[in-house]
Nanobody, 123 residues
Framework: QVQLVESGGGLVQPGGSLRLSCVAS????????MGWFRQAPGKEREFIAHISWSGGMTEYGDSVEGRFTISRNNAENTLYLQINALKPVDTAVYYCAACSICRPTNASEYDYWGQGTQVTVSS
C-alpha cells in the first residue's frame, strides 16, 4: 500500500522558517519524481516545487522561487521542503506527491498524494 505522510507544518510568524518532510512507503521511492503543492482555502492547488528521481534537477513555482528548497534522501525514502522568509500568503495545506513520469507543474499527472500538512503564517 502506497503511503505519503507529510509532517512539519504548524503556526509560524512572518519571516520564519519551516522544514516539511514527506515519508514514502509502499513503492520504490527512488524510481519516482516528487513534487510539493499547496492549497489555500477557496483557491486551486498550486505547484510549489519538483525534484527528479535522483535529486539532480529541481523546478520551482514563480511565487516561491528563492525562498523554498526541495530536496530528497532516497536512502531514507524522504522528501523535504525547506521554507524560508514565510509570508501570510504562504498559509495553506502543503501536499507531497509522486509521479513516475509527469510534467512537474501538472497536478493531474501525479500518481500518489499525501494527506497534507497545514502551514499557517500569522503574527
Amino acid at each position: 500500500q502506497v503511503q505519503l505522510v507529510e509532517s512539519g507544518g504548524g503556526l509560524v510568524q512572518p519571516g520564519g522558517s519551516l522544514r516539511l518532510s514527506c515519508v514514502a512507503s509502499g513503492y520504490t521511492f527512488s524510481d519516482y519524481e516528487m513534487g510539493w503543492f499547496r492549497q489555500a482555502p477557496g483557491k486551486e492547488r498550486e505547484f510549489i516545487a519538483h525534484i527528479s528521481w535522483s535529486g539532480g534537477m529541481t523546478e520551482y513555482g514563480d511565487s516561491v522561487e528563492g525562498r523554498f528548497t526541495i530536496s530528497r534522501n532516497n536512502a531514507e525514502n524522504t522528501l523535504y521542503l525547506q521554507i524560508n522568509a514565510l509570508k501570510p500568503v504562504d498559509t495553506a495545506v502543503y501536499y507531497c506527491a509522486a509521479c513516475s513520469i509527469c510534467r512537474p507543474t501538472n497536478a493531474s499527472e501525479y500518481d500518489y498524494w499525501g494527506q497534507g500538512t497545514q502551514v499557517t503564517v500569522s503574527s
